[in-house]
């Protein structure tokens, strides 16, 4: 018996995960609770996909030479025979979502999303194996308004969790069709000509997706990437045309941004609009809403030619900015005084949590100890409830912060209980 408690006792979270307990979880709560909160007002409904797919949902996505596809995704093959992947993030799904449920008829559709995703990559500060993230997707809207709404509600979001004064917004633009083919032609003359310098991922990038070299780690590459053709010379008159349009309508909003062409999305179905709100706060780790426009991801699910631009956030990383930690919650606790009859303090207990009041119940020990873990379970009062007072109907009410201590009814109790424990 000793050796099993030894055994299950030394076993550890899995490398890359962690418990959400006490304020670790109260932060998580309050991020989820306010992003979900901002996205109601902007007439965004909430959906919930399973947390593993089939595994083409997220190659097909996020593409054969991306790190996430080649490195990171957990997938494997179930009895079946069948191979799923634990999402690595949620774009992909809503979009799957989207057409196995044929509503590419019933546009636009507005969400918002928030859960666990996993990659397995290096854990660090704010990065986990298991990380979980809010988002947004607004599907079937062409207009730059889309994405100026999309990233003004980003924005709302960090700014009701009060964090948006220490957050810059990073805008860029990849243009149409015809500007990306022209800047691909471009990119593909200059890697080729220093491809004795390239990283052997940039090499394999290079035949596949040069795109996704401008996003290499490689110290080699980053100095090549420098000097690297740019987006802005190959934008198309229409292509410009969105991109000052957009930029208008942020001046609208109220939304100040700066321009970073370093911001690109490698796969075909992104276009115009990328996006991200960064911070200097959190290391090296220091995008905290990422987003952009995919007018093509949902035909790669088997739909119809949508347009949708939408956003991430990594849950983490903005509790990790929060300033003011959600206080704990506090509880009105029962104290039973020597041997009360039972069925009438779970009817005052039952009757208070019927009006709201979050209401626990001392159990074992003496008055003296049962005070002493009320104080430990941060209670706001204590009710004391002993056979004199059940006969009388009348109760001694304890402010533990106060120390005072006051009479009440019991009909007083039973009716207008949030008004006696808010004094």
């Given amino acids: 018996m000793v050796w099993e408690y030894v055994f299950v006792s030394s076993i550890q979270p899995v490398r890359g995960t962690h418990d959400l307990i006490g304020e670790d979880q109260r932060r998580h709560a309050h991020v989820v609770h306010t992003a979900r909160r901002i996205a109601g007002v902007y007439?965004?409904?909430?959906?919930?996909?399973?947390?593993?797919?089939?595994?083409?949902?997220?190659?097909?996505?996020?593409?054969?030479?991306?790190?996430?596809?080649?490195k990171e995704m957990y997938s494997f093959s179930d009895r079946d025979g069948e191979s799923l992947t634990l999402r690595p993030e949620g774009t992909a799904a809503i979009c799957r979502a989207l057409v196995t449920n044929a509503l590419t008829q019933s546009l636009p559709q507005k969400v918002f999303y928030a859960g666990p995703m996993f990659?397995?990559?290096?854990?660090?500060?704010?990065?986990?194996?298991?990380?979980?993230?809010?988002?947004?997707?607004?599907?079937?809207?062409?207009?730059?308004?889309?994405?100026?709404e999309a990233i003004a509600m980003g924005y709302e979001v960090l700014k009701a969790l009060g964090i948006a004064d220490y957050v810059t917004l990073e805008l860029n633009t990849l243009g149409d069709a015809a500007s990306r083919d022209a800047w691909r032609d471009a990119l593909v003359a200059y890697f080729s000509a220093h491809k004795d310098k390239l990283s052997e991922d940039s090499l394999t990038r290079l035949e596949k997706n040069p795109l996704r070299i401008l996003d290499s780690k490689d110290a080699g590459d980053k100095v090549l990437v420098a000097d690297a053709p740019m987006m802005a010379e190959f934008l198309?008159?229409?292509?410009?045309?969105?991109?000052?349009?957009?930029?208008?309508?942020?001046?609208?909003?109220?939304?100040?941004?700066?321009?970073?062409?370093?911001?690109?999305?490698?796969?075909?179905?992104?276009n115009h609009t990328t996006f991200e709100f960064v911070t200097n706060r959190l290391g090296s780790q220091g995008t905290v809403l990422a987003g952009g426009r995919y007018d093509g991801l949902v035909k790669q699910m088997g739909g119809p030619e949508v347009p949708a631009i939408g956003w991430a956030a990594g849950i983490e990383r903005l509790s990790m900015l929060l300033e003011?930690?959600?206080?704990?919650?506090?509880?009105?606790?029962?104290?039973?005084?020597?041997?009360?009859?039972?069925?009438?303090?779970?009817?005052?207990?039952?009757?208070?949590?019927?009006?709201?009041?979050?209401?626990?119940?001392?159990?074992?020990?003496s008055l003296r100890k049962r005070m002493e873990r009320a104080g430990k379970q941060n209670a706001s009062h204590v009710l004391f409830l002993g056979e004199d007072e059940l006969a009388k109907g009348l109760f001694r009410v304890k402010?533990?912060?106060?120390?005072?201590e006051q009479e009440v009814s019991r009909d007083t109790l039973l009716s207008k209980a949030q008004d006696v424990f808010a004094a």
């Avoid at 410009?240 to 062409?261: M, S």
């Fill in 43 to 70: 007439g965004f409904d909430e959906w919930a996909t399973p947390i593993f797919e089939d595994t083409r949902v997220f190659s097909r996505s996020l593409g054969d030479t991306s790190d996430v596809v080649s």
């Fill in 119 to 148: 990659r397995h990559e290096r854990p660090q500060k704010g990065r986990y194996r298991q990380f979980h993230q809010i988002g947004a997707e607004l599907l079937g809207a062409a207009e730059p308004l889309a994405d100026a």
């Fill in 236 to 270: 198309t008159p229409e292509a410009r045309a969105f991109w000052d349009d957009l930029r208008n309508k942020l001046d609208v909003f109220g939304i100040a941004y700066t321009v970073n062409p370093s911001i690109v999305r490698g796969l075909d179905y992104y």
């Fill in 324 to 365: 003011q930690v959600p206080a704990a919650p506090r509880s009105v606790v029962l104290v039973p005084v020597g041997t009360p009859d039972e069925s009438a303090v779970v009817q005052i207990l039952q009757g208070l949590r019927g009006q709201g009041v979050r209401t626990e119940i001392g159990y074992k020990g």
């Fill in 399 to 404: 402010n533990m912060e106060t120390g005072t």
